[in-house]
Structures are given as C-alpha cells and as structure tokens.
C-alpha cells in the first residue's frame, strides 16, 4: 500500500518553518522531519535520524540548512542540508534533552541549549562540525534563543563579535560572542518596571535593525527589548491587536483544540502590509513569533508566525 499524504504536527515550540523559497514549509512529527511541498499536498519526504520526540527545531536564514533536537538519553542534534535532504552533521555534546537551536544570520555558526538538567549552552562551527566554545546556559532554564547580527559599538557600529540573546523563565540574557577566541560573556536584561520580569518568555525575535527584540510570552502577550539600553518592556496583546489588525477573517479559520495554521494579514501603515501566521490550541500561549522575507502575496513584505496555544489572537 502507497502512502498518500501523512497528518500531524508535534506543536513543539518552533516547530514548524516556511522555507523562504516559497514552495515548501518544514515541520516535526513526532521523531521524524517533514519536508512539505505548497503546491503538491502528495510531495512529502521524512527524513528519518533521531530515535526518540524532536523537542526543538531551526532553519537557518536563507534556508539552506535546519537542524533538529530530540530529547531522552540520546539527545543528538541533527543538522539537516535542505537542498540535498541530507544529515550533514550529528551533534551529541548534550544530555537528557535539548530545548532550542538557532543559526546566525551568516550561517557560520548554530548555537543549541540543553533543557535544564543539561543546562549547556555550546556554539558549533558548521564548517567542520567542531566546538567553537560552550558555557552554562543562562537563564536556567532557557526556553528560546536567537541571534542578533553583531555586538554594536558605542556608535552603533557593528564589531567582530556575535550577539545572542537567551530568556526563560522571567529573564532575558545578552550575549557576546568572541568566535576567534572561543569567548562569551552576558549581561541580563533589566526591566523599565520595578522588581523582575513579571513575564515569561516561550520565544524572542529580532527586529530587521537588530534594535528590539520581540518576545512572545506564556500569557499571550508581546515584550519589547532595547537592545542599546538593554531594557525591557511589557506590551499587552489587547494593544498590539489595536494597533496591528484590519477588521478582517483569517484566511484559514482554526478548529480548536486541534494545532490548526491560519493567516491574518496585519497592516502597520505606512509600511506595506504584514501577514500573521498562527497555530493555536488551548490554553492560550505565544510559542514562536519569527520575521520572514516576502513571501505569500507580492504585496506582503513580511512573514510573522506564530505558535500558539488557546484562543487565536493576531
């Protein structure tokens, strides 16, 4: 018997990525990578290397490369090439589980993050495979990571260090990263309110000018970082729907409880048009909010998806 057409999506927290060349979208299920074609529902190829649940994938920026995590004993990555569907490298430096993955903006380098018990923080060369260097990941636990182009000087120049940022559980870090001499420092993020930050953190996504980071919290609501001034800020979901969304239905209406796709274009004028990407199912949670280039319609300029969980809001 020929398979047809295989349904399902683990709805792990970035889990599921449009390949910027606009004809295929890649996801996990269960322990196994998902290559999707858009245009042929049949075009479908698994590519097979873990033995137990992925618990965390990336894609690098151009889409040349995506790597997987998977959890328990043999907690390996993978990284994948897209072009060849091929295992390029298996990494196994981690234990118990890996949590998030993420290339730079170059595609030189892929940092991952055990989950807490592991408490690993290491940066891979993916020329050749190799430890560039490694640390204990902070905060502990660390839930999302993302790179941000490089550290700026005091002019806002950039230098030859890398930036990252990593947040949890009511703390966001920033790191520099020295690649020529195996070097990370961090700093925390400070609040613009009194105390901690009351909010926790399921993702974090930089601005194109690597200015803010935006972050996607476990409450439904959206942070703002400055970047410069290392600040963070609380922005409630209620407002940003204000501001952002035209009084319109999703292209794909969703069917809780179900992880269900669906699209909302979002106009923040006088900038061309945005489209908001959401998976949903209950309760409500803001798993993975990413910028893509243009992408659905030629007068969209940007992709923004998000996983979520609970009552779908744009």
């Known amino acids: 018997m020929e398979l047809e057409h295989s349904i399902g999506f683990s709805g792990i927290q970035g889990g599921l990525y449009y390949h910027p060349n ?44 995506f790597a997987s995590g998977q959890g328990g004993n043999n907690s390996d990555v993978i990284v994948w090439d897209f072009e060849s569907r091929k ?120 601005s194109d000018d ?19 001034t290392r600040t963070h800020k609380q922005t409630r979901a209620e407002r940003v729907e204000r501001t952002w969304a035209p009084k319109m239905p999703p292209l794909f209406t969703p069917t809780p409880p179900l992880f269900t796709p669906c699209l909302w274009p979002l106009f923040t004028p006088p900038s061309p048009p945005l489209v908001l990407s959401v998976f949903v199912a209950p309760p409500l949670s803001v798993l993975t909010p990413c910028l893509y280039p243009r992408f659905a319609w030629p007068s969209c300029r940007k992709l923004f998806p998000l996983a979520g969980k609970g009552c779908s809001r744009c």
């Open 22 to 65: 606009g004809q295929h979208f890649v996801f996990s299920a269960g322990g196994t990578v998902v290559v999707q074609s858009f245009l042929d529902p049949h075009d479908q190829q698994f590519l097979a290397g873990h033995d137990g649940p992925i618990t965390a994938m990336c894609m690098s920026k151009s889409g040349r490369y």
């Open 210 to 228: 690597k200015e803010i980071i935006y972050c996607g919290t476990t409450s439904g609501d959206f942070g703002l970082i400055n970047v410069s």
């Open 87 to 206: 295992m390029l490298f298996r990494l196994s430096e981690h234990d118990h589980g890996v949590k998030c993955l993420a290339f730079s903006d170059d595609e030189i380098l892929l940092c991952t993050v055990g989950i807490d018990s592991d408490n690993k923080m290491i940066v891979w060369d993916l020329s050749n495979g190799y430890i560039v260097c490694s640390s204990k990941a902070s905060p502990s636990p660390t839930v999302c990571i993302s790179w941000g182009g490089m550290v700026k000087d005091v002019k806002r120049r950039d230098t030859d260090k890398y930036l990252i940022c990593t947040s949890g559980d009511k703390t966001s870090v920033l790191w520099s990263l020295d690649p020529y001499m195996g070097e990370l420092t961090h700093e925390a993020v400070h609040t613009t309110a009194k105390g901690e930050q009351n909010r926790c953190n399921n993702t974090i996504a930089f």
